[in-house]
């Protein structure tokens, strides 16, 4: 019996610096694991703040239109059709908006009973309209598999110059003189073309337009 205990107290001793050993792997694999997660973590929050990075471009846009006059200005001026270009900054830091400079050409001729009434054989009205333009994408809202949504707004100098027979001096309409309007419309973008339809305001020759325009990447940043 006493022989008995003796091996047991033996072995008891003798297990004791395997269990501090054994005790010690355990603290330093726990170790080893917070670090690494720890390290881990800083890791993916790092990649998720560079993929954040901000993404920017600028845009040529070309392109032209219908132009419908409306109210008075329908009296003096036909359908006719005009060209237009914009550069435009488009950035993740700012989306949904788009913001553009733009420029646009339109030329009307006058109705045959316009001219009858004034006594003309010519008359043109030319409007070069310079400004800027804001759109603003539907995406998140209207969300669709083929087209992207948009509104746009604009403000714009227009400079206008008629043309009519020099001998004329009864036409109260001068030759040149220059308007702000403002435009408001509804878009949609199909691959690298928008499509929309604007109305612009301008006292005295308001219009209603249809366009097209393509973009082309210039710059990206």
């Known amino acids: 019996m006493i022989k008995y205990r003796a091996f047991i107290i033996g072995i008891f001793l003798l297990s004791m610096p395997l269990m501090a050993q054994l005790k010690e792997n355990i603290h330093l694999k726990d170790r080893y694991i917070n670090n690494y997660s720890k390290t881990n973590f800083a890791d993916s929050l790092k990649k998720k703040l560079v993929t954040k990075k901000s993404i920017s471009a600028i845009f040529l846009s070309v392109g032209g239109g219908i132009s ?112 702000i309007s403002v435009g408001a419309g509804f878009g949609m973008t199909l691959f690298i073309f928008d499509f929309f339809v604007k109305y612009n305001y301008m006292k005295n020759n308001s219009f209603i337009g249809v366009y097209t325009k393509t973009k082309i990447p210039i710059i990206r940043f």
């Open 68 to 179: 419908v006059p409306l109210d008075t200005f329908k009296t003096s001026a036909r359908v006719t059709f005009g060209i237009l270009g914009r550069l435009e900054f488009s950035s993740t830091s700012i989306f949904p908006f788009v913001i553009g400079a733009q420029a646009d050409y339109f030329s009307y001729n006058a109705p045959d009973e316009f001219k009858t009434i004034n006594l003309l054989t010519n008359y043109k009205t030319k409007i070069l309209g310079v400004g800027l333009n804001i759109e603003y994408s539907l995406a998140k809202i209207l969300r669709s598999s083929f087209t992207m949504p948009f509104l746009t707004v604009d403000v714009k100098t227009n400079m206008i110059k008629r043309e009519y027979d020099d001998s004329d001096t009864t036409l109260a309409l001068p030759r040149s003189e220059s308007k």
